[in-house]
């Protein structure tokens, strides 16, 4: 089954608090990314990830870091969060420059 | 580097009469696709149509899309709009140097 599970669902955290958003998917994919969705600004990238520690800055990667040890999992990390970092973040996966497939997402309020 | 615009924030249309999300870009490179992703209340997105193929029109679930490279653009129609189709859409282009580009989407509202 083509899939890719993240977790937590839904978050809160205070600010300054550490945060780990974690997504896994089970298609053998070497090409993740985690994005964040906010009304108005679409769809965008924080980071990429081209394979086992191979990741690369998206367009607003300031305040996360990635980590990826192995193929099927990708993890975004919020170091003292802030508030503006209050959003909701899709991890995706696919196979080259293809069809991306998107986590359920995970809902996140900094207070 | 790339972009990729929809000029339409929101687009409302009564049940039954054609719809058209428009989505054009601009990319530096030759080797492209182009993608519709459809994301409904709560859901994650997904991909509706996928093209990179010039004047071809691709068909998936009533909907189509035809790129074409001489205006940089890939619209989105479907000739009879359904209520079920009320959703976010994205336009996205992807080629083999940098990370897919999403428009900044339309969400489609389809009223009785």
């Known amino acids: 089954d083509m899939k890719v599970t993240q977790m937590p669902r839904y978050l809160i955290k205070r600010m300054g608090e550490n945060v780990l958003l974690e997504c896994g998917q089970d298609?053998?994919?070497?090409?993740m990314y985690w994005y964040r969705q906010d009304p108005g600004l679409g769809l965008q990238l924080i980071y990429i990830?081209?394979?086992?520690?191979?990741?690369s800055e998206g367009d607003i990667p300031k305040g996360y870091r990635v980590s990826r040890k192995k193929r099927e999992h990708f993890s975004l990390i919020l170091d003292s969060a802030k508030t503006n970092q209050t959003s909701v973040y899709f991890c995706?996966?696919?196979?080259?420059?293809?069809?991306?497939?998107f986590g359920a997402g995970t809902r996140l309020s900094v207070l | 580097g790339d972009s990729v615009t929809q000029t339409e924030g929101l687009v409302t249309v009564t049940e039954g009469l054609p719809v058209k999300l428009n989505c054009t870009y601009q990319?530096?490179?030759?080797?492209?696709?182009f993608f519709w992703y459809v994301q409904y209340l709560n859901e994650a997105p997904q991909v509706l149509l996928k093209?990179?193929?010039?004047?071809k029109r691709t068909e998936h679930q009533g909907f189509h899309a035809t790129l074409h490279k001489s205006s940089s653009s890939f619209h989105l129609q479907k000739s009879s709009a359904q209520l079920s189709d009320s959703a976010l859409y994205y336009c996205?282009?992807?080629?083999?140097?940098?990370?897919?580009?999403f428009g900044a989407g339309t969400k489609l509202s389809v009223k009785p």
């Open positions: 990830s081209y394979d086992v520690d191979s990741n």
């Open positions: 996205a282009l992807s080629n083999n140097n940098n990370a897919p580009r």
């Open positions: 093209s990179s193929t010039d004047n």
């Open positions: 990319t530096t490179y030759l080797t492209i696709a």
């Open positions: 995706a996966s696919s196979h080259g420059r293809n069809t991306l497939y």
């Open positions: 298609m053998s994919h070497e090409t």
